[in-house]
């Protein structure tokens, strides 16, 4: 019979971990302690926050980049901490050191990405690749810094008052996680709102440096030799100098940024609780364009755009016409072209596009001012769950103007249940037409479109038209070269009830870039390059 042993006590400490000498009673030193572990948790969860919102908007795809952030993070905070174990014998520098560090590159780490991404986001080759390279960097540094906190905290406070390791854990990682919420909650609620991602990252990087330098030169400055006192102080005091500076020319940098991605001719540039819209041109005799999350929506090939989307779906009954999406005004311009119209129900989630659309000079120009058409009627919402209480059988017109397929916010749009409920909303007859997204550059993206239809019960007539412009891409991925290539849209009629055909009405007025002939052709040349076999794209399973 094997004797059970019991555990060999802990040994001694080691001799760098005495007592601290402290300027105050111990509970209040672990009180200071546990408050800057909360302070530095928020402001570490802020500064992944912000890499992933950043990154999806100069990048795209917030599903790709989250998951890169997330899983390079928590890697590096790994490393990080086996790391922190050399540093333990002077812990308090090295804490005070980390933050500061952290505090700089946190930062401005959102400044350094939109920099990369304005300036060198045009030159091709191994430039356009420039920011993704950029966010692995900074999500390595800052989840490094971030792993190695934990471990000098956890020394720090145990030379407080030592107390057994799990209950000291159990004190660390409430703080911390408490912290993280509070970060979590304080960046889309108020940093992002009310101050914008480069400020808010800037003064996320002040608190940070304030929480650790105060910690460390005030709480355990006895520790600290006076060399390194002084080296801790300097540096602080030249992060938070170079964070306030800034901070006070991050108007004129964004200005600049701005200007270097979308030129000089920017008119309007406002950030709305969805996204950045900005509209350039549109005076003077410039071509005006509007960019949505600096993707290219309303450009020079607008109108063979829009008259391709509507034209075809109005070949029958369309007396009340549903547009999900299509804040801009431009589809409904070419519904009301039609006569016999009696009602258009715009279903926009940003209510901003459509102030837009309603007050800007140029751009309701440009949509003829269909927002003062007492037919016209406007609901802010999502058209998801605005669908799932749409009254049925009511529209005999369904137009799908929604961004591209392969945007993640947008996947749930693009879905069967989307379809069927859009199927539920048609009246007997009525017809559906959707924006597919490019065609020639992601044909994989559009067939799935159509299976998914099909799975929704449909009948689908797809169809392409090319266009002339180039430029700032529309798809889920802004810094892919493609963009640069000539464009070109997908789009899929379906009925409910048998296939339907792809014709214009003879008696209504024609379109002034779509033929009879060219969208046949269209036509034929879309289903010459079908891929058979695709699953439907749903909720919990997206295709895109």
């Not at 792993?147 to 956890?154: I, K």
């Not at 964004?254 to 969805?274: I, N």
Request: aromatic letters at 8%.
């Amino acid at each position: 019979m094997i004797e059970p042993h019991a555990p060999a006590p802990p040994g001694p400490p080691p001799p760098w971990a005495g007592p601290a000498r402290l300027p105050v009673q111990p509970s209040t030193g672990r009180f200071l302690v546990l408050a800057c572990v909360f302070v530095c948790a928020a402001c570490g969860l802020v500064y992944e926050l912000e890499l992933v919102a950043l990154a999806s908007y100069l990048i795209g795809d917030s599903v790709t980049q989250a998951s890169v952030v997330l899983s390079v993070m928590v890697f590096a905070m790994g490393i990080g901490s086996l790391a922190a174990k050399r540093l333990r014998w002077r812990a308090a520098a090295a804490f005070g050191a980390i933050e500061a560090t952290l505090a700089l590159v946190g930062g401005c780490s959102a400044m350094a990405l939109y920099a990369v991404f304005a300036w060198t986001g045009d030159w091709g080759g191994l430039w356009a690749s420039g920011p993704r390279w950029l966010l692995v960097a900074f999500s390595l540094t800052i989840g490094l810094l971030i792993g190695a906190e934990v471990p000098l905290l956890m020394e720090l406070i145990q030379r407080i008052r030592r107390q057994d390791a799990g209950g000291a854990v159990a004190d660390l990682f409430a703080a911390d996680y408490v912290g993280a919420l509070v970060g979590g909650l304080a960046f889309p609620f108020l940093l992002l709102p009310l101050l914008g991602q480069l400020t808010g990252a800037l003064i996320t990087g002040a608190v940070n440096a304030v929480a650790g330098g105060t910690l460390v030169l005030g709480l355990f400055r006895r520790d600290l030799t006076r060399r390194t006192r002084w080296l801790l102080l300097i540096a602080n005091l030249t992060v938070l100098g170079l964070l306030a500076a800034a901070a006070v020319l991050v108007d004129d940098f964004e200005q600049a940024a701005r200007h270097a991605v979308y030129g000089h001719d920017v008119r309007v540039a406002l950030q709305t609780g969805t996204q950045e819209i900005v509209l350039t041109g549109g005076t003077d005799g410039r071509p005006l364009a509007l960019f949505l999350d600096g993707r290219l929506r309303v450009g020079g090939d607008e109108l063979r755009y829009h008259e391709a989307l509507v034209h075809p779906a109005m070949n029958g009954p369309h007396a009340r016409v549903l547009i999900l999406g299509g804040g801009d005004g431009l589809a409904a311009r070419e519904v009301l072209r039609h006569t016999g119209v009696r009602r258009v129900d715009v279903v926009e989630l940003d209510a901003g596009v459509v102030r837009l659309a309603r007050r800007d000079p140029a751009l309701s120009k440009l949509n003829r001012h269909v927002y003062d058409d007492p037919r016209v009627r406007v609901t802010t919402a999502d058209a998801f769950r605005w669908l799932r209480t749409a009254p049925t059988s009511t529209y005999d017109v369904v137009i799908s103007d929604l961004p591209d397929p392969g945007i993640t916010a947008s996947t749930k749009l693009y879905s069967q249940e989307f379809y069927g409920l859009a199927r539920r909303a048609l009246a007997p007859g009525g017809r559906l037409v959707v924006h597919a997204g490019p065609f020639a550059t992601r044909p994989r993206v559009f067939w799935t479109v159509v299976a998914t239809l099909r799975a929704a019960g449909l009948h689908t007539a797809p169809y392409r038209v090319g266009g002339r412009d180039s430029g700032f891409a529309a798809g889920p991925d802004r810094t892919a070269d493609g963009s640069r290539a000539a464009r070109d849209w997908g789009f899929v009629l379906a009925c409910a009830d048998a296939r339907p055909r792809l014709r214009l009405d003879p008696h209504e007025p024609h379109p002034r870039t779509l033929t009879q002939r060219a969208l046949t052709a269209d036509g034929r040349a879309a289903a010459a390059t079908r891929i058979t076999g695709l699953p439907a794209s749903t909720l919990v399973h997206p295709r895109y």
